[in-house]
């Protein structure tokens, strides 16, 4: 094996993401690595890359730019232990991953790269709408497809979205597919209207003692219903319930910390009393 010393001293002149290439190849290195990182593979790492990606996102909701920073460089790290994992075994490495992610990128954008090449240039004046891109992409992504000798699709829902795609989003991706072929309502009333249904279908399967199942169902409805709503103000429902989750939160720490600070026990209060502390902690 190279000596590292000297390995590190050429690395001075690299770029930031040679040297986190090499970085890894030392940490996997199975005389001199890292005993923990030596051990893992594709599945037990998994876990760590949704996790990150979820700080990446809770990052972004907080606006917390610093910490933003932190987490996307969290996040690389991942691709960068796939990628190395993948070139031990023969499959691929970084540079194949990089590469096939510049092609796909210039294939699908051809109103930024007309000629094909990351060289080329478009005209200002060939305009191109957002809607007219999306067209584009799709169109593409089906010929991608067709050129791989996979059966095209006669279903308008997507055809694939991870499991671990939490449901929110996933609602707003099956809700924005069913859009294209003009399956939604033109207006904002009548999507109010469906949740205020909704919210009647789930006092009738309580009021009626319908089995939890039923209730479960009638409570996705809602659920369904209420992602349809941000869909058409323009909110994305999975960053809006993180930021409810996190307002739920902070309000309710307060409300302890104010409880103490009158050397109450929060967990001994009364309703009422409660609510007095939560309308304080909302100021």
Not at 60 to 85: C, K, P, S, T, Y
Not at 89 to 101: I, M, P, T
Not at 164 to 174: G, V
């Amino acid at each position: 094996m190279t000596d590292p010393t000297s390995a590190e001293h050429s690395l001075n002149d690299k770029s930031s993401m040679d040297k986190l290439l090499y970085m890894m190849n030392r940490l996997r290195d199975p005389e001199t690595g890292c005993p923990w990182d030596v051990k893992q593979d594709f599945r037990t790492i998994a876990p760590f890359t949704l996790e990150e990606t979820c700080e990446v996102l809770e990052a972004i909701a907080n606006n917390d730019m610093d910490n933003l920073r932190e987490e996307l460089g969290d996040l690389l790290f991942q691709v960068v232990f796939h990628a190395q994992m993948a070139n031990e075994e023969d499959l691929f490495d970084f540079d194949q991953v990089a590469n096939g992610l510049l092609e796909k990128m210039i294939r699908r954008h051809p109103h930024v790269f007309p000629d094909g090449t990351l060289e080329s240039v478009r005209s200002k004046d060939d305009a191109t709408t957002s809607d007219q891109v999306i067209d584009s992409w799709q169109a593409i992504k089906q010929k991608e497809k067709q050129d791989k000798g996979q059966t095209q699709s006669v279903s308008a829902m997507p055809d694939k979205l991870p499991d671990s795609l939490p449901s929110l989003s996933r609602a707003y991706k099956l809700q924005k597919a069913a859009t294209k072929v003009g399956f939604d309502w033109g207006e904002l009333l009548p999507v109010i209207d469906k949740i205020q249904e909704e919210i009647q279908e789930v006092r009738d399967a309580v009021a009626d003692q319908e089995s939890q199942q039923r209730i479960s169902e009638e409570i996705g409805d809602l659920l369904f219903s209420c992602v349809n709503l941000a869909r058409h103000l323009k909110v994305d429902p999975d960053m809006a319930m993180r930021q409810a989750n996190n307002k739920f939160e902070g309000r309710f720490r307060v409300m302890e910390t104010l409880a103490e600070a009158n050397g109450e026990s929060f967990q001994q209060l009364t309703l009422d009393e409660m609510e007095a502390y939560w309308q304080q902690s909302k100021q």
